[in-house]
């Protein structure tokens, strides 16, 4: 059974730093892509980062990039974002999930809830101004 576990979030001032886990178990966690979500408070989930299964391939959406960095340790079958500068506007909660097809390098596919099929509770993050 697929179990994905969100960590690290917070409350934090604009410009601060914050760098959320997720701990997945259940499956062969070095073989699969891995993606960040986001969901602010009446607004639709949206796509924030990916990365392959190696590490060696990410995507980002625009307004992340320069800001966040994905990573994952296959070792300790952990990822990571790391979340620098916040906004406000970055005030969400942040969810793991484990990819349901190989890496695609094309934005428009990897970033779509659908091409991830595990998903963890989330862990709220709130950036205050």
């Known amino acids: 059974q697929v179990q994905v576990v969100e960590s690290g979030g917070g409350l934090v001032h604009a410009g601060d730093s914050l760098r959320l886990s997720c701990a997945a178990s259940g499956y062969p966690f070095s073989t699969y892509t891995m993606g960040w979500f986001r969901q602010a408070p009446g607004k639709e989930r949206e796509f924030v980062a990916a990365i392959s299964w190696s590490g060696g391939s990410t995507n980002y959406v625009d307004f992340v990039k320069g800001r966040f960095t994905i990573s994952r340790d296959n070792d300790n079958n952990m990822a990571y974002l790391q979340m620098n500068s916040l906004k406000p506007e970055d005030t969400a909660v942040y969810y793991c999930?484990?990819?349901?097809?190989?890496?695609?390098?094309?934005?428009?596919?990897?970033?779509?809830?659908?091409?991830?099929?595990?998903w963890g509770q989330g862990t709220q993050v709130t950036v205050s101004s």
């Open positions: 999930a484990v990819a349901k097809f190989p890496w695609r390098y094309d934005h428009a596919t990897i970033a779509t809830s659908g091409y991830f099929g595990s």
